[in-house]
């Protein structure tokens, strides 16, 4: 594959990791790439079961954020 890695989409980076796996420096180069993207997606975190009012929160936070950023 000839793109960089910054340039490659999820899915890419995806087959990049499982095509690279026993190279290390590229396999750790790729990953880290795609955990700072999660890291920056800036989602928010929901377990099952939950209490409604926790949920609640969590999503008043998350639009917040996100109205903020606009």
Known sequence: MNKQLSEMTNPE???Y???HR??????????????RRRE???GFKM?????????EAI??????KASDQS
């Open 22 to 35: 026993n190279n290390e420096e590229a396999f750790s180069q790729a990953l880290e790439l795609l955990i």
């Open 59 to 64: 999503l008043k936070a998350a639009i917040a």
């Open 13 to 15: 980076l995806h087959k």
């Open 47 to 55: 377990r099952h079961g939950m209490p409604p009012e926790e949920a």
């Open 40 to 42: 920056n997606e800036g």
């Open 17 to 19: 990791l499982s095509e």
